[in-house]
C-alpha cells in the first residue's frame, strides 16, 4: 500500500489552516535525503529516487498487550465479543446465519445500544445485526446445522482466548476486523450523480433496443469497478500520509486537519494550491470523510468528521479547504473541516498491513535488540531507521562502563562502514556521558580510537587528557570527515560547513603534503571533497592536488 507515490512527494507549499492546529511539520515537507539520509551510502542517486524501493519511517508503538487492550476497547469489536458469548451454548438463527427476529432486540439491548424496557429503536437494532455480521465474519460465531435441520450458531474457538486477553489472539481478530472494515469502506455501490444521470438518459433513449442492455451493465460495472480502485488508492495513500506524520511527529501534534491531508495528496511540489486545485482539495476531502469516519469506528483512527452544516452554504460559496491557500482559520472553525490522527493500534494495523505488503516497516528499537556490533551494523546498513533513537534504546538499562566497552570494541576496523560506526559510537558514548569515562581512557594509544577518545575526555572537561600525536591526530581527522561523507550523502551544503572547520592553516601545501600520506581508506575520498568544495580556491586546489597524490600511492 506504500507503493503509490503522492504528487508532492518533496517540499509542499499547501499550507496549514493554522499554525496551532498542526504543530509538527509534515514528512511530505521535505525530501527524502531529509527524512532518511544514507542514499549515497547504499550507491543511490537523484536518478534512482523514482526506482528505489519506498522507505517506510520506523515507528514506536505500544506493548502488543497493551495494543490488545485497545483492540478489545473497541466498541464494534467488543459488541463482536459480547455477541459470540452470548450464543453459547448454542442460538437458534435463520438459513443465511442472521438473528431471528424475536433475538434481534434482545441482542441491541445486550449491547447497551437499546432500553432495558419498552421497543428497541431501529438504529439499534440495525447495529447490533452489523456486529452480529462482524463476530461471524471473523469466526467469533460459528454456524451450522444440526441433525433436525435447525440453523444454529455457537461461539468459535477464538472467542476463550480473545475474551481472556491473549494478546496475539485479540490482535489478529482485529486486524482480520480492520481490513474488513478498510474493504468495505471503499466499496463503490452506485457511480457518482451526474453520470448516473447521463447513464439514466441513455438509457431512457435505447429503450427500443433491449439487447444493448448487457452492454450497459458491463460498462456500469467497469466504471464502479474503476471508482472503488481509485477510492482505495486515495485510501491507501492518505494513510500512508498518517503513518509517516504520527512517525515524525512530536508527541501530542499528530493529529492533522483533513484539508492538509487533502492538499499533501493534490497539490504538486512546489505550485501554490490554484482554485481549481482548491476545488480537487475539496473533492478530496468530500471522498475521505466516509471512509476515514469507517476507519474510526474500529479504533485506526481517531477522527472528527466534516460538519455537515459545512454543504448547507449557500451556492457560490468557496470550496471547503480548511483553510489551506486561504487565510487561516481559528482552531476550532478549522475543526469543522475534519481532523485526523492515527492511533497507536492504527499505526500496528497499517504497519501490519506494509509487512504483508512486503515492505520493510521497522519499529523503533528493533536494531537495540542486539550486541554493540549488531547494533552499529544494522544501522549503518539501514536506509529507514532513526540513529538516536535506536542508540538510546540500547543503551538504557545497561551497564555503562560494559556497554561503553562493547561500543568501542565494535567501532574498530577498516571496512567501508568503519567510519560511520566510530562516529556511532561516540554518539552513544555521549548518551552514556561521564560513567563512561573509565572506559574510553583504556582506549587513549589506540591508533584508530585514540584520537576521538582524547577530543571525547576534554569535551567532557578533563584536563589531565595528553595530546595526540601528529599522525593519531591527522587519521582522526580523515575517519571524522568520512563519517559525515557517509551519513550526509554527499550533502554539499553541510560538507562546506564541516570543510570550513578544518583546521588548515597558512600553508595549506603543507597540511595537505601530510594528510594525502594518511594511511585510510578514505583518504583520497575525504581530499577530493575538500577539493571540490572549499570555498577558498589555494586551499582547494591544494587539496586537489593531495588527493591525486593518495590515488596514486594506492
Given at each position: 500500500m506504500a507503493g503509490r507515490r503522492r504528487k508532492n512527494a518533496g517540499a509542499s507549499s499547501a499550507g496549514a489552516p493554522d499554525e496551532g492546529a498542526v504543530g509538527a511539520v509534515l514528512p511530505a515537507d521535505l525530501e527524502l535525503q531529509d527524512l532518511y539520509g544514507a542514499f549515497a551510502a547504499h550507491g543511490l542517486d537523484d536518478e534512482d529516487l523514482d526506482d528505489a524501493a519506498v522507505l517506510v519511517p520506523p515507528v514506536r508503538l505500544p506493548a502488543e498487550s497493551e495494543l490488545a487492550d485497545q483492540a478489545k476497547a473497541v466498541p464494534m469489536f467488543g459488541y463482536a465479543l459480547k455477541l459470540a458469548r452470548w450464543t453459547a451454548p448454542h442460538r437458534e438463527v435463520d438459513e443465511f446465519g442472521d438473528l431471528t427476529g424475536p433475538d434481534r432486540a434482545p441482542a441491541a439491548r445486550l449491547l447497551g445500544l437499546a432500553p432495558e424496557q419498552g421497543e428497541a429503536p431501529e438504529e439499534a437494532v440495525v447495529e447490533a445485526m452489523r456486529a452480529w455480521s462482524l463476530a461471524c465474519d471473523l469466526d467469533l460465531i460459528e454456524i451450522g446445522t444440526t441433525a433436525a435441520g435447525e440453523h444454529v450458531a455457537i461461539p468459535g474457538p477464538d472467542l476463550e482466548p480473545a475474551e481472556r486477553g491473549d494478546a496475539e489472539t485479540v490482535l489478529e481478530l482485529w486486524l482480520t476486523a480492520a481490513g474488513i472494515v478498510?474493504?468495505?469502506?471503499?466499496?463503490?455501490?452506485?457511480?457518482?450523480?451526474?453520470?448516473?444521470?447521463?447513464?439514466?438518459?441513455?438509457?431512457?433513449?435505447?429503450?427500443?433496443?433491449?439487447?444493448?442492455?448487457?452492454?450497459?451493465?458491463?460498462?456500469?460495472?467497469?466504471?464502479?469497478?474503476?471508482?472503488?480502485?481509485?477510492?482505495?488508492?486515495?485510501?491507501?495513500?492518505?494513510?500512508?500520509?498518517?503513518?509517516?506524520?504520527?512517525?515524525?511527529?512530536?508527541?501530542?501534534?499528530?493529529?492533522?486537519?483533513?484539508?492538509?491531508?487533502?492538499?499533501?495528496?493534490?497539490?504538486?511540489?512546489?505550485?501554490?494550491?490554484?482554485?481549481?486545485?482548491?476545488?480537487?482539495?475539496?473533492?478530496?476531502?468530500?471522498?475521505?470523510?466516509?471512509?476515514?469516519?469507517?476507519?474510526?469506528?474500529?479504533?485506526?483512527?481517531?477522527?472528527?468528521?466534516?460538519?455537515?452544516?459545512?454543504?448547507?452554504?449557500?451556492?457560490?460559496?468557496?470550496?471547503?479547504?480548511?483553510?489551506?491557500?486561504?487565510?487561516?482559520?481559528?482552531?476550532?472553525?478549522?475543526?469543522?473541516?475534519?481532523?485526523?490522527?492515527?492511533?497507536?493500534?492504527?499505526?500496528?494495523?497499517?504497519?501490519?498491513?506494509?509487512?504483508?505488503?512486503?515492505?520493510?516497516?521497522?519499529?523503533?528499537?528493533?536494531?537495540?535488540?542486539?550486541?554493540?556490533?549488531?547494533?552499529?551494523r544494522g544501522i549503518c546498513e539501514a536506509a529507514n531507521v532513526l540513529p538516536e533513537e535506536e542508540l538510546q534504546v540500547w543503551v538504557t538499562d545497561r551497564e555503562p562502563v560494559d556497554a561503553a566497552r562493547e561500543l568501542l570494541a565494535a567501532s574498530r576496523g577498516n571496512d567501508a562502514y568503519a567510519p560511520m560506526r566510530r562516529m556511532l559510537s561516540r554518539l552513544a558514548l555521549g548518551m552514556i556521558g561521564r560513567p563512561a569515562e573509565p572506559a574510553v581512557r583504556e582506549v587513549l594509544d589506540d591508533p584508530e580510537?585514540?584520537?576521538?577518545?582524547?577530543?571525547?575526555?576534554?569535551?567532557?572537561?578533563?584536563?589531565?587528557?595528553?595530546?595526540?600525536?601528529?599522525?593519531?591526530?591527522?587519521?582522526?581527522?580523515?575517519?571524522?570527515?568520512?563519517?559525515?561523507?557517509?551519513?550526509?550523502?554527499?550533502?554539499?551544503?553541510?560538507?562546506?560547513?564541516?570543510?570550513?572547520?578544518?583546521?588548515v592553516t597558512g600553508n595549506p601545501a603543507s597540511y595537505f603534503g601530510e594528510l594525502w600520506r594518511v594511511d585510510h581508506p578514505y583518504t583520497a575520498d575525504v581530499l577530493e571533497a575538500v577539493g571540490e568544495l572549499h570555498l577558498d580556491r589555494t586551499v582547494a586546489k591544494e587539496a586537489r592536488k593531495a588527493a591525486f597524490k593518495a590515488r596514486s600511492k594506492s
Open positions: 478498510r474493504e468495505l469502506a471503499v466499496e463503490a455501490d452506485s457511480l457518482p450523480e451526474e453520470e448516473a444521470a447521463e447513464e439514466a438518459a441513455e438509457r431512457a433513449g435505447a429503450a427500443a433496443e433491449p439487447e444493448s442492455e448487457d452492454d450497459d451493465d458491463e460498462e456500469r460495472l467497469a466504471r464502479v469497478e474503476e471508482a472503488r480502485e481509485e477510492a482505495a488508492e486515495l485510501l491507501d495513500e492518505a494513510l500512508q500520509v498518517l503513518y509517516e506524520t504520527t512517525a515524525f511527529a512530536d508527541p501530542g501534534t499528530e493529529t492533522v486537519p483533513l484539508g492538509v491531508l487533502a492538499a499533501l495528496l493534490v497539490v504538486p511540489e512546489g505550485e501554490e494550491p490554484s482554485e481549481e486545485l482548491l476545488g480537487d482539495i475539496t473533492d478530496v476531502m468530500v471522498a475521505l470523510d466516509p471512509m476515514l469516519n469507517d476507519l474510526a469506528e474500529l479504533g485506526v483512527l481517531d477522527y472528527r468528521p466534516i460538519d455537515p452544516e459545512l454543504f448547507d452554504e449557500e451556492e457560490g460559496q468557496e470550496p471547503l479547504g480548511g483553510g489551506v491557500g486561504d487565510e487561516p482559520l481559528d482552531e476550532e472553525e478549522s475543526a469543522r473541516f475534519g481532523l485526523v490522527r492515527l492511533t497507536p493500534l492504527g499505526q500496528y494495523g497499517i504497519r501490519q498491513w506494509l509487512l504483508e505488503d512486503g515492505y520493510d516497516a521497522p519499529l523503533v528499537g528493533e536494531l537495540a535488540q542486539g550486541d554493540a556490533a549488531e547494533l552499529l580510537l585514540g584520537g576521538a577518545a582524547r577530543a571525547w575526555l576534554v569535551d567532557l572537561g578533563a584536563t589531565d587528557v595528553p595530546a595526540p600525536e601528529r599522525g593519531m591526530a591527522l587519521w582522526t581527522v580523515i575517519d571524522t570527515f568520512a563519517a559525515q561523507l557517509l551519513d550526509t550523502g554527499g550533502d554539499a551544503e553541510l560538507l562546506r560547513e564541516l570543510i570550513a572547520d578544518l583546521p
